[in-house]
C-alpha cells in the first residue's frame, strides 16, 4: 500500500504551492484540490444553498484521489485532503448556518464511513502563518475563494481541535509566514524529513 502526506493549513496559507514545489523536488504524486474543475464550487460561491453538494463532492473527490494514490509508485501528496474538508470546511459552513444540522451530520456520517474503510494519512503537515500574511495572499489569488478573511481564525480553531488528537510522530507543524511562494528556503530542511514515507 502507497503512502499519503496530507498537507494542510487555512484557506491561503500555501497548502497546494507546497505540493507542488515538493513534487519539482521527488518522486511525489500530487492529489489536488481542483477548484475550477468542481461541478458545485462556482455555484456555491454565489448561492449558499449549495453547501451540501459541494461538500459531499469533495469528500468523495478526495475519498478517489487517496484510494488512487494508495496504488501509486510513489508517495502521494494532497493539499488538505478529506479530513481537512470535514473538519475545517464542513464544521465552518455549519456554523456560519449554510449547512442545517441534518446536512451537517450527513456529511458526518459520510466522512467517518469513508475513513472507516480507508486509513488516514501517513503524515499530517500542518501550515501555518500569521493572519496578515495569509490576508495577503489571500488578496492576490486568482482562484475562487470560498471562506472570507474573517473566517480564518474560526477555521484555525477547528483545525487545532481535530489536530489536538492527531499522535505527535504523524505530525509536522511549520510556520511558513517568511516563506516565498516557491519554498525554496523551507525544502532543504524540510525534504529530509519525509524520507521515512517517501516511496521511491
Known sequence: MGKIIAVVGTTGVGKTALVRALCKQGSFVPGLEQHKERPFQQVFKANPNYALPNQI??????????????????????DGGLDLDYHGFTRLFYSRGWLSKAEYNLCKRFYEFIRF???????????TASPEVIFQRLAGRKRINIVDPKDIVKLASYLNIWLSTI??????RLDVSEDDPGYRRLLPALLPKLLPYHIE
Open 117 to 127: 474503510n480507508l486509513p488516514p494519512p501517513d503524515l499530517i503537515i500542518h501550515l
Open 57 to 78: 463532492d469533495y469528500l468523495l473527490l478526495r475519498a478517489e484521489q487517496e484510494r488512487v494514490l494508495r496504488q501509486a509508485e510513489h508517495t502521494g501528496l494532497v
Open 167 to 172: 499522535p505527535p510522530s504523524h505530525l509536522l
